[in-house]
């Protein structure tokens, strides 16, 4: 399968983020993407080719004009006020404090446009986000045009994005983006299965009242794992779309048996609702050796996701989330497409 991948991700480093009160080295790095690059061609999963320039139309099918430009200037302004570094939000409205933006304060806006101290701004942010958006429509547009499959190498990544606010490493939806792209396109229903450890909050909030996109995800239990406050089993739609969500959280320490049948009942679910595209929101970082995740899937058990996933027999249109243990990164990532591509082979 063609792999999408375009160099600009390198644009967004930031060397530090916040975690467990501490300033510690960044775990969402340039690295990771080079290290899924080189793996993804050792192993010959398929020819590399550049994302397409979508312009900003269908980002803005899926956020709020007003966070993408925010995106675009809050590095500048940061700069502009004599700070050095990212641009780090660190206050956040309260219950009972407006929702609306009323102060001009690039401090109220950062805080109003996002919802965790880890998803730094720098210079090339919006760049590498664009990009990165890009490189899902890329993949998307290959898989309507008639093939399997294909693979966004998104980086970053974006399934914590909401319509108007960051978190969790991710800037713009990828996920979202493409889905909303193929809808637009003539799918009629669009399936998205979240694989990473993490619940994609901010892709179930932007599908959660609709019945076109089904979302499902199998993540660590958000009683205990980030994004804490969404994942839960009990999330299953509202209004158009009560019965198109699906929450699979595990316990901390899950392995293969129960992540795997975890992982047939959202694929019985997902063939339940017949869609017409699958995209398969792809994190790593369910992977034992993880340094910010707990459950126990090792290197063997990514080819037989892909292998599960090839069963459904559906367009499938894969996207790069998270996975943090950089050295494993790149095989666990090619076992999931290997799998894929060749099913009997493993
Ligand atoms: C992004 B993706 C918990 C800190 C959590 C954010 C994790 C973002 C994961 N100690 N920090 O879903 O892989
Ligand atoms: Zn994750």
Redesign the pocket.
Known sequence: MKIVYSPRHRAHHARQ?I??GELVPA??TPERAEAILSALQSAGVGLVVPPEDFGLDPILRVHDAGYVSFLQEAHVRWTASGRSGAAIPMAWPARDMPRVLRSTALDAQLGHYSF?I?TPITAGTWDAALASAHCALTAADIVRSGEPAAFALCRP?G??AGHDYSG???YLNNAAIAAQHLRESGQERVAILDV???H?NGTQALFYNRADVFYASIHGDPASE??YYLGHADETGRDAGAGHNLNLPLPVGSGWPEWSAALDTALDTIAAHAPQALIVSL?V?TFAGDP??KFRLETAHFPQIGQHLAALELPTVFLM????AVAAIGRNVAGVLGGFQQPDRQ
């Open positions: 983020e975690n467990r775990h969402e965790d880890g990544p399934h914590h969790g490493y991710c990473d450890y993490h994609g980030y994004p994190g970082d910010i995740s989330e998270g996975g943090y």
